[in-house]
């Protein structure tokens, strides 16, 4: 598959996996809401920079080298971390300010719950995640518009009405122990 159809690929399924998972995390009754959302944002991020690193990072590649892979699988790809180092790397040597810095981190972190998620379970954390995973959703789209062109809230049509009776959580005590007592297993409390 040539260069272009694999860049092409990866930007749609990065746009497929971005807007599955505000589907799901805008559901009104859900269980597993904000596992599910970080698995398909950390999709979506993974995809879209593999993407990036394709059009943009000459020298670098997406895949590891054929003595690094270990399964039957044509290609395997790189680890998301290898691929924010290569953005990091990159976007800081054309733009000192760096501004990719704080999503790249962002991005780390939601996929530290997502891995939690996948192989254990997680804490009530939904204040944290919900910040995360907004900031994440709103950085994507900026992302997408100023690599790649592509304006997904307008080319898609996507006007959401956020209707929200209550929030999902209590701002104020979430901080307080009252809160780590009612959410928290015996271990973390």
């Known amino acids: 598959m040539g260069r272009k159809m694999i860049q092409r690929n990866l930007i749609n399924n990065a746009i497929h ?12 009754k859900i269980e597993y809401r904000y596992e599910t959302t ?12 593999k993407a ?17 892979q270990k399964t039957g699988i044509e290609k395997e790809t790189l680890p998301l971390k290898v691929i924010i180092s290569y953005c990091l790397e990159y976007l800081n ?35 944290i995640i919900f910040s995360l995973i907004a900031k994440s959703s709103y950085d994507f789209i ?17 006007y959401i009405m ?6 999902p959580f209590n701002p104020i005590k979430f901080f307080t122990n009252e809160y780590a007592e009612m959410t928290n297993s015996e271990e973390c409390k």
């Open 17 to 28: 996996a971005y807007f599955a998972a505000i589907e799901i995390h805008n559901k009104p």
């Open 38 to 49: 970080s698995v398909l944002i950390i999709n979506a991020w993974e995809l879209i920079l």
């Open 52 to 68: 990036f690193v394709r059009k943009n990072i000459k020298g670098k590649s997406i895949f590891k080298a054929k003595n690094q």
């Open 93 to 127: 040597s054309i733009d000192q300010s760096n501004f990719f810095k704080a999503t790249a981190e962002n991005i780390l972190k939601i996929e530290e719950y997502r891995d939690k998620s996948i192989h254990f379970y997680n804490e009530k954390i939904e204040p």
């Open 142 to 158: 900026k992302f997408l518009k100023e690599y790649f062109n592509k304006d997904i809230i307008e080319d898609e049509r996507m």
């Open 162 to 167: 956020p209707i929200g009776f209550k929030l």
